[in-house]
């Protein structure tokens, strides 16, 4: 029953790794100061009344590129050396419906 923003002091909490804030009614922007968590892996705020950063001209311009991108096709070798061979490293979250990891093409 959590209500109201998100505080920029949340960003102080060092050690914060899976902070779950789902299904509130928090409100606001989320801050970007909980950019420098380093220990951040998952960060749930699904359903609830918040908005992320605006890019203004350039997020249509992020999305063409990323559907470009999608078309590809990509081997698992490729796969496996973006990731660093699927290292933990790498993981960025998993859930129901699989294990998502960041690669660098």
């Given at each position: 029953?959590?209500?109201g923003a998100i505080p920029d002091s949340m960003s102080n909490i060092v050690g914060l790794e899976f902070p779950n804030l789902?299904?509130?009614?928090?409100?606001?922007?989320i801050p970007k100061s909980l950019e420098k968590l380093q220990s951040l892996k998952y960060?749930?705020?699904?359903?609830?009344?918040?908005?992320?950063?605006?890019?203004?001209?350039?997020a249509p311009q992020q999305v063409d590129s990323l559907s470009t991108i999608t078309r590809e096709?990509?081997?698992?070798?490729?796969?496996?050396?973006?990731?660093d061979e699927l290292s933990e490293s790498?993981?960025?979250?998993?859930?129901?419906?699989?294990?998502?990891?960041?690669?660098?093409?």
């Amino acid at each position: 029953m959590l209500h109201g923003a998100i505080p920029d002091s949340m960003s102080n909490i060092v050690g914060l790794e899976f902070p779950n804030l789902s299904y509130n009614n928090i409100s606001g922007i989320i801050p970007k100061s909980l950019e420098k968590l380093q220990s951040l892996k998952y960060f749930n705020v699904s359903v609830n009344k918040l908005y992320g950063y605006r890019q203004g001209k350039r997020a249509p311009q992020q999305v063409d590129s990323l559907s470009t991108i999608t078309r590809e096709r990509i081997s698992y070798y490729e796969l496996l050396l973006a990731t660093d061979e699927l290292s933990e490293s790498n993981l960025i979250g998993s859930g129901s419906f699989g294990t998502v990891y960041k690669g660098i093409l």
